[in-house]
């Protein structure tokens, strides 16, 4: 084999800024997957149903039917908020 004797592959370290640009597409790679998972997340789990719509008060005469929780609004911004912790400790190295 070529080489001259050396069996390892030696890797250079990354440069600071592709550290960082890989850790900032991570974070919004991250953001991304739980937006989506907060929108599509209920019909994928089998909580809800695609067709369902909630709250646009078309008055079809069985509102009271309707269900409204609001654990998963505070949910959402909770891991927001931590999130948003993470991506600062990220971008600002805190």
Known sequence: ???HGHDAI???????WQVRTGQI????MWFWVFYRAKQDGPVLLGWRHPWDHHGHGHGHG???T???THGATETSKSMLLVLMK???RLVFCR
């Open 10 to 16: 030696h890797f250079h370290p990354p440069k600071r």
């Open 1 to 3: 084999m070529a080489g």
């Open 86 to 88: 993470m991506l600062d």
């Open 62 to 64: 069985h509102a009271e």
């Open 25 to 28: 597409m991570g974070a919004i």
């Open 66 to 68: 309707h269900e409204h």
